[in-house]
């Protein structure tokens, strides 16, 4: 903001100033309407309320004497009236959004704000409300995106000390106790990135003593406690954000098994939503055979790629690899024992 010599230096008129500024640039307040967001902003701060409405008459008045450049106008509504900025895009301040970018970007806080009430994520609120006014947004703080989330799943309270041990290059210990496994097992690892998958968090990172890329999923952390006397070792040979995912669905990565190419056979009754969805970057459509489509994907199998193609029930059958097709096959043979263990009442 740009002050001239005679403007109050308190944080108080500042933020009066700066909220008077973003409602003028709308229209349509009026005076008490202007207290009202003002004292809103104070209150927040932990300033004390204006109580006087010349407070926010002298503000006015300070602001139209102290830069020429902008011009209130006043609108009498009924027994009302209100003021606003003859140009919409005066301003105060040296603005570098927009409104369409400041709307987009209020989006963005919006987004951010789903971390709100995670434990150790309480900054969170505190950050976005600083954000909003040094950059004078005015929003109402509803989302108009949204994104799948479980706000019951486990683990989300790591996220914090997870995110701040990546960024510190510091190593942790971790207690994990995976489904295979009944009892807990301590990992040291190096934490490199954190990857969201299926409404569930993961940690990449490599175990010590291990030159591999580990994969933890945040709801089987049981305990997270720094460690002392090792030495982080920096990740130089993956790159999280651009290939190291381009041939896997998921997350888990075997990097000891080939890429392979796969071929499946899709229902025509599916084949609209594969199409439009592919199940992989690399699809390809092929010929049209038995009432349905092929579709080839190249990708190293895993887990995540067999709960994948099972997901789409009889829309899909594979039909190469076998290996690939035998378990499949194996795991609806055994999902279907599963019904022949039900019995009617």
């Keep these: 903001m740009e002050k001239v010599n005679s403007m109050p230096n308190t944080k108080s008129s500042d933020i009066r100033y700066k909220v008077i500024d973003r409602c003028l640039r709308r229209g349509g307040y009026s005076t008490a309407d202007l207290k009202d967001e003002v004292n809103k902003e104070l209150e927040f701060h932990g300033f004390p309320k204006v109580t006087a409405m010349n407070t926010i008459r002298q503000d006015m008045d300070y602001i139209s004497s102290a830069y020429p450049d902008v011009n209130i106008k006043d609108k009498r509504i009924g027994r009302n009236i209100t003021y606003y900025y003859e ?3 005066s301003s105060i301040f040296k603005l570098t959004f927009n409104d369409d970018e400041l709307a987009q970007l209020s989006q963005c806080m919006a987004i951010l704000s789903q971390f709100e ?28 995106v949204g994104f799948d989330e479980c706000r019951t799943l486990r683990g989300k309270q790591y996220f914090t000390i997870l995110l701040s041990a990546i960024c510190n290059k510091e190593v942790l210990a971790i207690s994990y106790k995976s489904f295979q496994r009944g009892s807990e097992k301590e990992v040291i690892i190096h934490p490199y990135y954190i990857k969201e998958y299926n409404n569930r968090w993961f940690l990449l990172g490599q175990e010590h003593g291990f030159a591999s890329i580990s994969h933890l999923a945040f709801d089987r952390i049981e305990r997270i406690s720094p460690v002392t006397g090792v030495s ?71 887990f995540e790629l067999e709960q994948l193609i099972l997901s789409y029930g009889d829309g899909m059958r594979v039909l190469s690899p076998a290996s690939l097709r035998d378990k499949i096959q194996t795991r609806l043979v055994n999902s279907l024992k599963n019904y022949d263990l039900v019995h009617e009442e």
């Design 87 to 89: 140009d919409p895009n």
């Design 232 to 302: 982080y070792i920096p990740n130089r040979d993956y790159d999280f954000n651009n290939d190291y995912f381009s041939d896997i669905v998921g997350v888990t990565k075997h990097l000891d098994a080939e890429q392979i190419k796969v071929k499946i056979w899709v229902s025509n009754s599916l084949m609209p939503y594969v199409a439009t969805k592919p199940i992989h970057s690399t699809q390809k459509l092929g010929s049209e055979i038995d009432n349905g489509q092929e579709i080839e994907i190249n990708v190293r199998p895993n």
């Design 117 to 144: 009430g995670t434990p150790q994520m309480e900054w969170m609120k505190s950050f976005i409300e600083r954000f909003k006014l040094s950059l004078n947004i005015d929003v109402d703080g509803k989302k108009v």
